[in-house]
């Protein structure tokens, strides 16, 4: 039987962590090791109790935040076991997950080895988002695969050292897809085995949620966009028709609320896209206040839900104050017409789920924030 080192990693999550450790002892089949990497936490992770203090834990601090990568590579590259397993603190596995791994280990071809990714972090309007659309790998998937998301992960310790593991990667995230390049490259396989199942529990605000998303995507939004091309028709097809495919899916669920928050990621990656254009001298200084201000005109009529969505993208810094003045150099000159790439929210005007949200959806979203106690997440500190 081969010696398994699981490894872990915290950062200001430590309630998470604490959970995490407790779980393995559901396991049927516990690891040899434990190392846990602090990715420098405010306050530093200690163990809570007898029970963690008698695991096989070797704790890692860093003195100041690395970010995912640096975090996992440190804890990888440590293990000591034949097999690592690598999860986040907030993935909880199936009883069986290490057990079923290990078996599908002993096949030579297969590299890396996972269960199917499903969302389990509440009932509010972000989580039931979240359990639509929020997974990297779709829970039915099952056989060879050419991802596998970094919430957790089995491998032999050789692979890892044989491959590099995420190589010359630096950036914070992103490592996931590093590794599997990696693994792919040398002639391994990817396999998800549907079996078993990776729960993600992190609860998120709709900020953090907005947040994470743009750190995800943004890389690939700007490798596709070309400022010096037709702005409006590039932003509809990578952004409005997606949107609009969701909105389909969320209005046949008549799960309403959830398309607040599909409008709110809308304007927050467009005023996040001005603010780094304008500073990259791609976009003129108040392209912002431009299209905030012709978002308003559409929204005018709806004044809670405008408010909150101001609210919104002041606390997530996607508004500026000249973005919000009433003389603002957007009022004239000459600029982006937003008001085609708006059209994609008309549809939502002129069925009434505006006036909905402004009755009905926008009390019961500012009930879920005063009832929800989110986790922290470490995307909302990222550029």
């Not at 109790?49 to 440190?74: C, Q, V």
């Not at 969302?119 to 039915?140: A, I």
């Not at 104050?321 to 004239?332: C, D, R, V």
Request: hydrophobic share 40%; proline share 4%; aromatic share 10%.
């Amino acid at each position: 039987m081969p010696n398994v080192t699981l490894c872990t990693y915290t950062f200001n999550d430590a309630p998470l962590t604490h959970c995490l450790l407790r779980s393995i002892a559901e396991w049927s089949r516990r690891p040899d090791e434990i190392v846990l990497v602090d990715d420098g936490s405010t306050i530093p992770f200690s163990l809570d109790d007898a029970y963690e203090r008698s695991l096989p834990l070797r704790l890692i601090r860093f003195p100041e935040n690395k970010g995912f990568t640096e975090a996992k590579r440190t804890g990888l590259s440590s293990a000591s076991g034949e097999i690592i397993i690598s999860m986040d603190c907030d993935a909880r596995l199936s009883a069986t997950y290490l057990e079923r791994c290990l078996v599908r280990l002993e096949q030579p071809e297969v590299g890396m080895v996972s269960g199917s990714r499903v969302d389990d972090s509440g009932t509010d309007s972000v989580s039931r988002y979240l359990t639509l659309f929020g997974q990297n790998y779709l829970p039915e998937k099952d056989g060879f695969v050419d991802f596998i998301p970094g919430h957790a992960f089995a491998m032999r310790r050789a692979v890892w050292e044989e491959t590099g593991g995420f190589g010359g990667h630096s950036a914070k995230t992103a490592e996931d897809h590093a590794l599997c390049a990696a693994v792919l490259k040398a002639g391994y396989k990817l396999l998800i085995d549907s079996g078993i199942r990776v729960r993600q529990v992190r609860c998120l605000s709709r900020h953090a949620h907005c947040r994470r998303l743009w750190v995800w995507l943004s890389p690939a939004l700007f490798g596709t966009f070309r400022p010096e091309r037709a702005v409006v028709e590039q932003l509809s097809l990578l952004l409005a028709e997606p949107m609009l495919d969701r909105a389909t899916i969320i209005s046949g669920r008549r799960d309403f609320t959830l398309l607040y928050i599909e409008v709110l990621y809308l304007l927050y990656i467009v005023l996040m896209l001005c603010r780094k254009l304008t500073g990259q001298g791609a976009f003129s200084a108040g392209e912002d206040a431009r299209f905030w201000r012709q978002a308003r005109d559409l929204l005018h009529s709806h004044p809670r839900l405008l408010n909150l969505l101001k609210a919104d993208l002041l606390h997530m810094k996607a508004l500026s104050p000249s973005a919000l003045s009433a003389n603002s150099s957007a009022e004239a000159g000459e600029g982006i017409d937003w008001r085609e790439f708006l059209e994609c929210l008309n549809g939502f005007s002129n069925s009434g789920l505006f006036s909905w949200l402004d009755r009905e959806g926008v009390p019961i979203l500012l009930r879920e924030e005063s009832e929800l106690e989110p986790d922290f997440s470490a995307y909302t500190l990222m550029e």
